[in-house]
């Protein structure tokens, strides 16, 4: 296995450095009795107020990235690498430090009604870190709940905060979770797939609350999606993942007009394009693979690539520069220009 460090793309301009880095991330989990990858020499960086996607199938390992970050990972997972936060290296933070940590790292999860107590009012969610963490009295914490259901678009706060969990709608529920992790004021936000169990509509008023909020507030961004075209609405750049590794890194908007890598290409073609008239979808062939079924000596997408030559099973490819941007295939440089999506 070939776990390379490397620089994911320069920082935005006037940027110093970077506000999260992702060093060689390597998880395993035990599995059947033994301990199995999960993830494979991750890297990435990201800036203050940039956002970067976080792109695959499920089982790419981008939910164990994020958990990686948040250090909400399984018991006895072992893992390897370096999470620095501002300069400071996350495994070691303890105490006081962790609870700061914990502060300016906030996540947003698929499923609010998975994460919200049911029997108990959205104002008691929302305002309990900051009355037991940081000791803001009920009152004055109300308030600032108000203010902030206001910022993601919910009006009249203060009966929304006297409501129950099951009198919001989907939509209404996210913008709650979303206003909640940004009451403690972090710096990074953690959106692992906030828009999957929402209707179209809803997920791009979703989106544009989150793209606003990064721009007022200079928020880091990792959104985590398996839809190209969610996290280009965004997103900065993008990093594609397969098999708990990452394949490409690309600026967003290039993603489908001049994709890298040939499982990037795939899925954007294999999503439905409204504009056009209907044709029929250009599945990728096979299923997806895990971390803990790829071949270490090879290409880990072969088995499903169109362009699989005899040279993409002989070896595993690093991760190398190309254009401005980074993908992991052996045979980058015949397909450059080649893998644009067309949906003919």
Known sequence: ?????????????????????????ALQLPVDGEYRPILRGVSFTLAAGEALGLVGESGSGKSMTVRAIDRILPPRARLEGTIRFDGQTVADLS???????????????????????????????????????????????????????ARVGIPDGARRLDQYPHELSGGLLQRVMIASALLTEPRLLLADEPTTALDVTTQAEIMAILDDLRRDFQLAVLFITHDLD??????????????????????????HTDPLHPYTSALGAARPDISESAHRLQAIAGRPLS?????????????????????????????????????????????????GVSHD
């Open 230 to 255: 969610l996290a280009s609405a965004v997103c900065n750049r993008t990093a594609v993942m397969y098999a708990g590794e990452i394949v490409e890194v690309r600026q967003s908007s290039l993603l």
């Open 95 to 149: 105490g006081a430090a962790l609870k700061k940590y914990r502060g300016e790292v906030a996540m947003v999860f698929q499923d609010p009604r998975a994460h919200i107590n049911p029997v108990r009012r959205v104002g008691d969610f929302m305002t309990e870190v900051l009355r037991t963490n940081l000791g803001v009295k009920p009152k004055a914490a109300a308030e600032r709940a108000v203010e902030m259901l």
């Open 291 to 339: 971390a803990l079924e790829a071949p270490l000596d090879a290409c880990a997408f072969a088995a499903r690539c169109q362009h699989h030559e005899e040279v993409c099973d002989s070896s595993h490819p690093d991760l190398v520069a190309i254009d401005g941007g980074l993908t992991r295939c052996v045979r980058a440089d015949d397909l450059r220009g080649r893998l």
């Open 1 to 25: 296995m070939t776990a390379t460090t490397i620089e994911t793309q320069p920082q935005p301009a006037g940027a110093g450095s970077p506000l999260l880095e992702v060093d060689s991330l």
